[in-house]
């Protein structure tokens, strides 16, 4: 039995169910409705309508792949969200997804959707690539035609034509100041394409900045059969996530939004602090293990926090190197957030893939560790455990070990062909490199990686 709206009824009574009407308005578009967003944003909205707040279904946009709607549609939307732990699978069903749309094909509605005034929120978790940026941080005008850059411009000319209010663009993605990057690189766009739009958006549309965290592996076959034996149907869109959660969003909304807070979101007036402790500590602590637990054999978070030699990495990247550089907000206590993102590592029911936050480091190492780095130099220190994962990250990047899955991997490439071992941290993070940021590899950092590096190879 496959789950949809008529068979949900059948689900045991474990399995908590929504009991609002879910046919009410969209309010808020969704591009990139992966599994994060399931398990983080859709599941807060969801708690925001089971307490009778209405308006606030979502429209998922897929950018790229069909795969999502064809999981979702089927299923009238709906999906469980498992939370695990080494102790129990506690499963329910969420209901704030109304539909799941496909840029490409389903163009025209997307806009629709956006454009109509029952809509409030434009939110994202496009990934960093998903911003279409180039390496000076610029907006790659060929690359966003095919984003969502002209979707979004076309349903703010026709809400700006109707006489209707703007939206909150609301990123969710691990950039540095998301809210401020999109707001710049949407400008980029207006300015090439649509100049008499300017001064509309400035005036009426928002960009708050955000911080996501929850810890989401990919669903596997396996995951899905468990699932199935344990409810008794079928469910593709089944996501699977920890017990950790945490949302921090700016205080800037272009109009309504869901009472998320409420719910357990934090509406501050400065995400900085939290957003820089999650990019250096946990994303950079991830980073390090993605590439360093591969080249020691690992599959799993879990089994390479376990192994000694990389958990001393950890500790030592997140306390003496990338906290110190962090200033704490208040209330904000970094040793206590250490502590407790090695204990999120280690949890063993959540079998979160190396491979998978391996994909697209040229996009996310310049703020998970490029930045910890510049900021150590100028202080006149060095960071042995950042060094040591930028080795491991120039093995990946060869090819020889693994597969590349990254939007630079042909460019990265060219430059290990064209430069070889000797050379090859200038070539990458010197002046003109494609890593190129406000760390420059000093004749001792080169050294040190080199070593590194000649043991790996």
């Given at each position: 039995?496959?789950?949809?709206?008529?068979?949900?009824?059948?689900?045991?009574?474990?399995?908590s169910?929504?009991r609002?009407?879910r046919?009410?308005?969209?309010?808020?578009?969704?591009?990139?409705?992966?599994a994060?967003?399931?398990a983080?944003?859709?599941?807060?909205?969801?708690a925001?309508l089971?307490?009778?707040?209405?308006g606030?279904?979502?429209?998922?946009?897929?950018?790229?792949s069909?795969s999502?709607a064809?999981?979702l549609?089927?299923?009238?939307?709906l999906?469980t969200?498992?939370?695990?732990?080494a102790a129990?699978n506690?499963?329910?069903?969420?209901?704030?997804?109304?539909?799941?749309l496909v840029?490409e094909?389903?163009?025209?509605?997307?806009?629709a959707?956006?454009?109509?005034?029952d809509?409030?929120?434009?939110s994202?978790?496009?990934?960093?690539?998903g911003?279409?940026?180039?390496p000076?941080?610029?907006?790659?005008?060929a690359?966003?035609?095919?984003?969502?850059?002209?979707?979004?411009?076309d349903?703010?000319s026709?809400?700006r034509?109707?006489?209707?209010?703007?939206?909150?663009?609301?990123?969710?993605?691990n950039?540095?100041?998301?809210?401020?990057?999109?707001r710049?690189?949407?400008?980029?766009?207006?300015?090439?394409?649509?100049?008499?739009?300017?001064?509309?958006?400035?005036a009426?549309c928002?960009?708050?900045?955000?911080?996501?965290?929850r810890?989401v592996p990919?669903?596997?076959?396996?995951d899905?059969?468990?699932l199935?034996?344990?409810?008794?149907?079928r469910?593709?869109?089944a996501v699977?996530t920890?017990g950790?959660t945490?949302?921090?969003?700016?205080?800037?909304?272009?109009?309504?939004?869901?009472?998320?807070?409420?719910h357990?979101?934090q509406?501050?007036?400065?995400v900085?602090?939290f957003?820089t402790?999650?990019?250096?500590?946990?994303?950079g602590a991830h980073?390090?293990l993605?590439y360093?637990g591969q080249?020691?054999?690992?599959t799993?978070?879990?089994?390479a926090i376990?192994?000694d030699r990389?958990?001393?990495?950890?500790?030592?990247?997140?306390?003496?190197?990338?906290a110190?550089t962090?200033?704490?907000?208040?209330?904000?206590?970094?040793d206590?957030y250490?502590?407790e993102?090695i204990?999120?590592f280690?949890?063993?029911?959540?079998n979160?893939?190396l491979?998978?936050i391996?994909?697209?480091?040229s996009?996310?190492?310049g703020?998970?560790?490029l930045?910890?780095?510049?900021i150590q130099?100028?202080?006149?220190?060095?960071c042995?455990?950042?060094l040591?994962?930028?080795?491991?990250?120039?093995n990946h990047?060869t090819?020889d070990?693994?597969?590349?899955e990254?939007?630079?991997?042909?460019?990265?490439?060219?430059?290990?062909?064209?430069?070889?071992q000797d050379g090859?941290?200038k070539?990458?993070f010197?002046?003109?490199?494609?890593l190129?940021?406000d760390?420059?590899?000093g004749?001792?950092d080169?050294?040190t990686i080199?070593?590194?590096?000649?043991?790996?190879?």
């Open positions: 039995m496959r789950l949809s709206a008529e068979s949900a009824g059948h689900l045991p009574d474990a399995v169910r929504p609002y009407d046919a009410q308005p969209v309010g808020i578009v969704h591009f990139g409705i992966g994060f967003h399931r983080h944003q859709a599941a807060y909205t969801d925001c089971e307490a009778g707040e209405t606030w279904m979502i429209a998922g946009v897929s950018m790229r069909a999502v064809e999981q549609n089927p299923q009238d939307g999906y969200l498992t939370v695990r732990s129990e506690k499963t329910r069903l969420v209901g704030s997804v109304a539909q799941v840029a094909a389903d163009r025209e509605e997307i806009v959707r956006l454009a109509s005034p809509c409030h929120v434009a994202f978790t496009v990934t960093e690539k911003y279409c940026r180039k000076d941080g610029s907006l790659d005008l690359k966003a035609r095919e984003g969502f850059y002209p979707i979004l411009c349903a703010l026709r809400r034509d109707a006489g209707l209010s703007g939206l909150s663009l609301l990123s969710c993605d950039l540095s100041g998301n809210g401020k990057q999109l710049r690189l949407m400008l980029e766009w207006i300015d090439a394409q649509a100049t008499d739009l300017r001064d509309w958006f400035l009426n928002t960009t708050p900045d955000s911080m996501v965290d810890i990919a669903s596997s076959s396996a899905l059969d468990d199935e034996q344990r409810i008794g149907m469910d593709e869109g699977f920890e950790f945490q949302w921090v969003i700016e205080d800037d909304f272009a109009g309504p939004r869901p009472s998320w807070e409420d357990g979101v509406i501050v007036s400065d900085a602090p957003e402790a999650k990019l250096r500590m946990l994303n980073s390090l993605a360093a080249d020691y054999g690992h799993f978070v879990h089994e376990a192994d990389l958990r001393a990495l950890v500790q030592r990247l997140m306390i003496e190197e990338a110190p962090i200033a704490a907000g208040d209330g904000q206590d970094l206590a250490a502590s993102l204990t999120r280690e949890n063993p029911a959540l979160h893939r491979a998978q391996a994909m697209d480091g996009q996310k190492i703020q998970r560790w930045e910890t780095l510049a130099q100028q202080r006149g220190n060095s042995e455990a950042i040591t994962a930028i080795a491991h990250w120039l990047v090819g070990a693994r597969e590349v990254d939007p630079q991997a042909d460019a990265l490439r060219d430059v290990w062909q064209s430069t070889g090859i941290v070539a990458m010197g002046k003109g490199g494609p190129q940021s760390w420059t590899p004749e001792a080169i050294a080199e070593a590194k590096l000649r043991q790996l190879r």
